[in-house]
């Protein structure tokens, strides 16, 4: 082990038990370093459970700034190779898969229509995605810790909520879907949903809990099986595919569906920028940017692809094969993944439960997310170790899969739009603070800050924007959104000049709005506040 990661240096007991390091690409122990326990009795109990655990390689830190020192001492191509493979098996998921089937299934688009809304959506949502992830390395801070340089300290915390509320959101539907799958395989579905859900969800924990280096360890090898299955599944599925029908409805109802399904894409891909940092913390600050950022867009478009694509063909399959839409009529979209692969009997039923475990690889990034983000919310909330609050989200998901596991569709056309409208409009926000108030590109200065941005201030209150201007703006961009959304249970009054069932706008209404009304109000708080 290298000396600079060998123990905490004197006097520094307040960090006595931070992981200096999480190496967990060039295969270096990670110390065994405790933090002080707290004098409270829950949080001394608490403490003693992560103590110990932490002799397992468990994850100890939460959201404190990771220093340099403390990061991989070595940065190899295996580094930069796990890039490309954690967006892949964290992608390539089976409910990207039924995502997919939503263009030809609810929207009444062609495949050759939903194959371009699809795939373009997915690189626009990508392309923010992997610029967030390249502030890991630079900052050593997570993305929720990073909204507070744009947001300010309180402001921030509706941010933090919004995404906590998106990732349970994204880890129910990955539950159900993999529910769905079990049950469909199994005789005469003698497994049931529920026994489903409660299996992703125990090992979704198991490995969120133990933190970074076990996650990516896990998402090294988790695509490989998926890319195979799903392969053999448009292998043994592209025959039923439906690539001569057109587009369902009048030329106005066309473009509006062409719209809201681009959009749903959109989304599916823009909701990994607030998490998008939290994965590379640990990576040195002399990380390549360009190559963070060119690997992360692979790998999410690789990804995306082939689980849309698959997904699309397989939904087009509904209106002329009756096997087909009985499967997705009576169990739902994971039941539709295992009639495609019916016709290899056995060796396809096998096939179906790969395909439902590799959701497990989706359901952890955000469940780790998760644990860390509720520490964001407030200096109590810090207190709580982040393996505490993996469980409570955990819980929480687990619960309403199970309350809703038979509403899937819905879940996803209502819930998976509307969460994609505020990482929009807070990007936007995002994007102007970097670009327009904080220009100055100069790199890392000894690891304390980058341009105008003082990493060390992380946690101080006092060094960070007021917030005023950003919370404007963000209100802004929601009622723009509001106005322009297309959901099954809300039309907005923009949003319905566009064909019989709208067109779904919200995203780039919502995204457009904030970016005007930020400018102005943000030089009006720097001139008022100074800061």
Known sequence: ???????????????????????????HEEPNNRRTIRPQRLAALLKSVENRLVEYSLEARGIERVEEHERIPKLSWI????????????????????????????YGLSVLD??????????????????MATWGPISGIRTMAFGRYTMGWWPSKLVVILNLIQMIGYCLINCVVCGQILSAVSPDGSLSVAVGIVIIAVISWIIATFGIRVFHYY?????????????????????????????QGDTRSVIGNRISFFSLCLSAAITYTPLAADFFVYYPERTSRLK??????LGLMVSFTLAFLCGIGLGSSINTHPDYAAAYNNTGQGALIVQGFSSLNTFGDFCSVIVSLGLIANAIAPTYSAGVDFQVLGRYAEKVPRAIWNTFAV??????????????????????????????????????????????????????????????????????????AALFAFLVGWAGAILCMAQVWYIGPLAALVGDYGADM?????????AVVYPPLRYLERKWFGR
């Open 1 to 27: 082990m290298p000396s600079e990661l060998a123990a905490p240096t004197v006097g520094d007991a307040t960090k006595e038990n931070e992981i200096r390091s999480t190496a967990f690409f060039d295969d």
């Open 79 to 106: 580094s930069y190779t796990q890039v490309f493979l954690l967006w892949m098996s964290v992608n390539l998921a089976a409910n990207n898969i039924t995502l997919g089937m939503l263009g030809p299934a609810v």
């Open 114 to 131: 939903s194959a371009l809304c699809a795939v373009f959506g997915a690189l626009v949502g990508s392309i923010a995605s992997s610029w």
């Open 219 to 247: 998402e090294r090898f988790a695509f490989l099986p998926q890319v195979i299955v799903v392969c053999i599944l448009f292998g043994v599925s592209s025959s039923k595919f439906d690539l001569s029908t057109p587009s």
């Open 292 to 297: 963070l950022f060119s690997l992360s867009l």
């Open 395 to 468: 819980v929480i998901y687990t619960v309403c899969a199970l309350a809703g596991r038979s509403h899937l569709a819905d879940i996803f056309t209502n819930f998976l739009a509307l969460m994609g409208y505020f990482v929009a409009i807070w990007l936007a926000i995002v994007l102007e603070e970097c670009f327009i108030f904080r220009r100055n590109r100069g790199g890392v200065d000894n690891g304390k800050s980058y341009g105008n941005y003082n990493w060390v201030a992380w946690d101080d209150p006092s060094k960070h924007p007021v917030g005023i």
């Open 506 to 514: 919200g995203n780039y209404v919502g995204f457009s709005w904030a």
